[in-house]
């Protein structure tokens, strides 16, 4: 690369990993206590219009199963680790949910952070990028996994034209 592109658009080949990066994969964050509770499963189940999951929970039964959305009837509680060093931008790249064993209303469910891991681009269309992937792992009162969520999330070293 010449001194001048040097100059304009700075050392691309560089990479963006550090140490203090490195050393957070896999590192656990602070649990968070949610509880699967009737009331916002069927608020949410009125509102996508689920009529048979209505009809379950409504029912005798005392625990009916849930899909996999109720998870997210917390989300906004769920915090994604601070990657130290990661640039300030970013944007959401992808989500990803992992069923494993039944949900159930009632179910108090441990959630815990961690980043799982990070891919770097150097280069393209859009410039340098750093893909870190946050996951949360979702562990029910029995001490059963019941669900991981990932969301992968772009930062990008330096502003690009989006060309």
């Known amino acids: 690369m010449s001194d001048q592109a040097d100059a304009t658009t700075g050392d691309d080949d560089e990479s963006m990993v550090t140490p203090a990066m490195e050393a957070e994969i896999g590192r656990a964050g602070d649990p968070v206590q949610v ?3 009737r009331e916002l499963v069927q ?8 009529p048979e999951l209505l009809a379950a929970l409504e ?6 199963e849930v899909p996999g959305w109720a ?12 990657l130290p060093d990661a640039p300030a931008r970013g944007l959401m790249a992808a989500d990803e949910l992992t069923l494993l064993a ?4 009632g179910d108090e469910l441990t959630v815990v952070p961690r980043v799982a891991g990070f891919n770097e681009r150097i280069g393209g269309r859009v410039g340098h990028a750093l893909f870190v992937d946050h996951e949360w792992t979702y562990t029910n009162q029995h ?3 019941v669900a991981t969520t990932r969301r992968s999330v772009a930062h990008f070293k330096q502003k690009h034209s989006g060309e």
């Open 35 to 37: 509880t699967i509770t």
């Open 59 to 64: 029912g005798d039964e005392a625990a009916p």
């Open 143 to 145: 001490g059963v996994v």
């Open 43 to 50: 608020r949410m189940a009125e509102a996508l219009d689920e």
């Open 102 to 105: 039944p949900i159930r209303v």
């Open 71 to 82: 998870l997210f009837v917390h989300f906004g509680r769920y915090r994604q680790r601070t």
